[in-house]
């Protein structure tokens, strides 16, 4: 029985390493390296660091590994919103990248569409993992919310430098 619970607890324990590690990956990706991406593969970029956390969930639900699917779908729900800003700022038309106060409303109205359909997507799946990522889809939204706070709205990669005032 000993044997069985450590077996389970460092199976899960690395499942959760690679999650946490999955997430630190792609959020320095986006947050120091994205500039460094050719403008033309970064919408293929933030689809798959947006879609890929889902998959892996869908396929780890379907083999019976719950928890840990569960953890990659609030990966998967945090890595979102991240994206979403990163679509508006990445200098590639498709979608278009809007400036100023658009930048400040588009990114906002964005972000809280996509919390109101985590909402959703918990009141259909109470035990989903997005249930997780709510809130923080919330703050970040309140983040987007505040980007002309004390300064002029800022582009490109300026957006991921918060002031004193935002926070």
Request: proline share 7%; charged share 10%.
């Amino acid at each position: 029985l000993a044997a069985s619970i450590g077996r389970d607890l460092g199976v899960h324990g690395l499942a959760y390493l690679g999650v946490l590690l999955l997430f630190v990956g792609v959020f320095g990706l986006v947050a120091f390296a994205f500039a460094d991406v050719a403008p033309a593969m970064r919408p293929v970029a933030e689809l798959a660091a947006a879609a890929v956390p889902f998959a892996a969930a869908a396929l780890l639900h379907r083999s019976g590994a719950d928890v840990v699917a569960r953890a990659l779908e609030t990966v998967g729900g945090l890595l979102i919103p991240v994206m979403l800003l990163t679509s508006m700022v990445d200098g590639y038309p498709l979608p278009p990248d809007p400036t100023g106060t658009d930048l400040v409303v588009a990114s906002t109205a964005g972000v809280l569409v996509v919390a109101a359909l985590y909402c959703w997507r918990v009141a259909r799946r109470p035990a989903s993992g997005l249930r997780f990522a709510v809130a923080p889809t919330l703050w970040f939204a309140a983040g987007t919310a505040t980007l002309g706070l004390g300064r002029a709205v800022p582009t490109g990669e300026g957006v991921a430098v918060p002031t004193a005032a935002q926070a």
